[in-house]
């Protein structure tokens, strides 16, 4: 109903032009990808009350989404469809709708209390990995495993540097070295790494005799909204100069700024690169690993090397200190198991019964 969507519109009007002297609103707009993102929630929770036995005439404003029984019946209807439990998606949505009632239709404090325990209850306090993603990294406690990984951007550029290749798939081989030894240098969202663009987000330094690249993407670029400012080293530029002068030009069908352009000349779709590097890391590898996945596999890698230091890792991957322990702890175990083990063997040579310990000082 036409009454629908303009309440809609209102509710997405306060999130995107936020009033900086109502001290009720938000602080500051939402990011066009976020606001697409509460839009399809409020598509789900509307569509589910229709599959429940709602008709879409009945649906006329955000109120009828959060009243109570409604509510209860979106939510039960979208569990029904995973063996009646609830999963993260389902407990944001629930989040959303519980914001819009607050904020929007602003319902008594009973209402609101009684959505609150719903959410809380709906809540499964994910740590930072989702189970699929728990399950991929299970592959890299295989040193054997990881370690290809690590190596397998050389491994492309060699591969696309023998006979036989066609210019284009030699030309994608290198496309996907580029790509994957940025995640690991610069663990950046997939989003990110599909938009770069060579004249706004990339420049060229000289560090002594050295050639480097900072890769700075702004703020209001980015999912949580800070900047990300990174740098590629000299062997990752070199690589990059190689893509740049020998495989790019043959993707390139149209005047492009974007490192990895599509053929219209805009950036990569996200979805394109990531199916490419899953599908490279597959083939030469026999590992799934995803493009998301790489800012995991940031905490194990640097977890392995410098177990505790988790500073390193929320500045690396943008996130709060809070963020990273909580995510990125599990990795610690191992590596503290060693770190540790190495202590009791170095108290073993210190500590012998029967002789005097001289203290240090």
């Not at 819009?100 to 306090?125: F, T």
Request: aromatic share 4%; charged share 25%; net charge positive.
């Amino acid at each position: 109903p036409e009454s629908f969507l303009e309440d809609v519109g209102k509710w997405f009007d306060r999130l995107v032009n936020p009033d900086p002297l109502n001290n009720t609103g938000p602080i500051k707009p939402l990011r066009p990808a976020t606001v697409k993102h509460r839009r399809f929630q409020i598509q789900m929770a509307a569509s589910a009350l229709v599959l429940a036995g709602r008709t879409r005439e009945d649906i006329t404003s955000l109120a009828y989404l959060v009243d109570l029984q409604n509510f209860k019946d979106a939510l039960r209807y979208l569990m029904s469809r995973h063996g009646d439990k609830p999963t993260e998606a389902i407990h944001t949505l629930a989040m959303g709708l519980k914001a819009i009632a607050r904020h929007h239709v602003k319902v008594d404090e009973e209402h609101l209390g009684e959505m609150s325990g719903i959410c809380q209850r709906l809540n499964l306090e994910v740590d930072g990995l989702r189970e699929k993603n728990r399950v991929r990294l299970l592959q890299l406690e295989d040193d054997h495993n990881l370690a290809r990984l690590i190596h397998l951007p050389a491994e492309l550029v060699r591969t696309s540097k023998r006979p036989g290749h066609r210019d284009h798939k030699a030309a994608l081989l290198m496309q996907a070295a580029l790509a994957i030894e940025i995640l690991l240098y610069d663990p950046m969202r997939i989003g990110n790494l599909a938009a770069l663009d060579l004249e706004r987000h990339m420049r060229r330094i000289q560090v002594g005799r050295e050639k480097r690249t900072q890769i700075v993407i702004p703020g209001d670029e980015v999912k949580n909204g800070k900047t990300l400012n990174y740098e590629l080293g000299p062997g990752a530029t070199r690589l990059l100069d190689s893509y740049i002068d020998e495989a790019r030009p043959v993707l390139l069908r149209n005047p492009s700024d974007y490192l990895f352009p599509a053929q219209e000349g805009g950036p990569k779709r996200t979805n394109s690169l990531s199916t490419l590097i899953k599908s490279m890391v597959l083939e030469y590898t026999g590992l799934d690993v995803t493009a998301h996945l790489f800012r995991s596999i940031a905490g194990k890698i640097h977890s392995r090397i410098a177990p505790g230091d988790f500073v390193t890792l929320s500045h690396v991957l943008s996130d709060t200190l809070s963020t990273a322990m909580k995510a990125y702890a599990q990795f610690e175990q191992k590596s503290s198991n060693e770190h540790y083990q190495r202590s009791v063997e170095k108290a073993r040579t210190q500590l012998l019964p029967g002789r005097k310990i001289r203290k240090s000082g």
